[in-house]
């Protein structure tokens, strides 16, 4: 999904608020197609189901970066962990799009003048969110995983704040590991910008983009150095696109090195389609670090790609 930045005060369409929150987070994830809700096997799930949280073993924290063009660039970071003395897995997580500063145009803009009439100062756009998350382990394989979520949206002086939530269910049979998920995302109360230059000096009232996924995954290759998981995954967006995914990933591992092989396609996207990525990760004395690369055929839009690294402990 590709958004424009705060396009009339409402992100993506103009439809929906805080549009940055359906961006797909994770270099491994978006290698796969994006398709994380049947899988959800590190603390990045909290961006598409948080009961996958339920396989996080100890500590893990993930930071991603992606650069899009027009100036634009997502950061997200998780760190999901176990307390030993509480049940259930935690985690929280941030996430920021920002954006170059640009040009404000007045009413009295002249594209042909070659005094710059109309230009004005110099604007900046960004959104951030917070959220804490936590999944339930009832066994059986059964989780269920609940965020809530502040979020603070900013153009020039107009601004926008809230509170949003997803909640997810996850189920581990015991035939090869088939998982099966479902998650609502951005679950919240429609907002409005404040201090936008109206009389009032509140915008319209909008919606936030809430998400529905359903998705599988299995093992269906595992021996003693080789794995191969496939992912699949639906998904609604608040537009009412019907979008799906799919992706494999490929571990070899051989004296505590693994090495990651990872691709997948994404059909009724804007723009991307193939996916492809590779991961590296190898332990210290005192921990585990992985580093994860994707790239994402943009089509028209040339290609993107992300960069991330994990931290286990």
């Known amino acids: 999904m590709l958004c424009a930045p705060q396009a009339g005060l409402a992100d993506g369409v103009g439809t929906h608020l805080a549009s940055f929150l359906e961006v797909d987070a994770g270099a491994r994830q978006i290698a796969m197609g994006g398709a994380f809700a049947g899988l959800g096997d590190d603390a990045m799930t909290v961006f598409y189901n948080p009961a996958g949280l339920t396989f996080v073993e100890g500590s893990e924290i993930h930071i ?9 660039s997502f950061q997200h970071l998780s760190y999901g962990f176990r307390h030993s003395y509480l049940r259930g897995v935690f985690a929280f997580s941030w996430s920021v799009m920002q954006m170059s ?11 042909d003048s070659e005094f710059g009439i109309g230009i004005g100062d110099k604007v900046d ?45 996850l189920y ?20 409005r910008w404040a201090r936008t230059g109206s009389d009032s000096g509140f915008g319209e009232t909008y ?14 290759f595992d021996i003693v150095t080789h794995r191969v998981v496939l992912t699949s ?58 580093l994860d690369y994707a790239y994402v055929d943009l089509g028209n839009l040339d290609s993107e790609s992300r960069f991330a690294v ?3 402990f």
């Open 64 to 72: 991603n970066n992606t650069t899009w063009a027009a100036g634009l």
């Open 101 to 111: 500063p640009y040009d404000e145009k007045t009413e009295y803009y002249d594209p």
């Open 125 to 169: 756009a960004g959104d951030m969110a917070f959220g804490g998350s936590y999944c339930w382990e009832f066994g059986d394989g059964l989780s269920v995983g609940t965020t809530v979520r502040w979020y603070h949206l900013g153009m020039a002086d107009a601004f926008c704040e809230g509170v949003c939530g997803d909640i997810g269910v």
């Open 172 to 191: 581990e049979t015991k035939f090869r590991n088939l998982r099966l998920g479902a998650s609502v995302m951005n679950l919240g109360p429609q907002n």
């Open 207 to 220: 919606p936030m983009p809430t998400t529905y996924r359903v998705g599988a995954s299995m093992r269906v």
């Open 233 to 290: 995954e639906y998904k609604r967006t608040p537009d009412g696109a019907n979008r799906a995914s799919a992706g494999a990933e490929y571990t070899f591992h051989k004296g505590g090195i693994y090495v990651f092989g990872r691709g997948g396609y994404r059909v009724n996207y804007d723009e991307e389609g193939l996916t492809l990525g590779l991961g590296l990760l190898f332990p210290t004395s005192e921990a585990a670090f992985r």
């Open 310 to 312: 994990t931290f286990l």
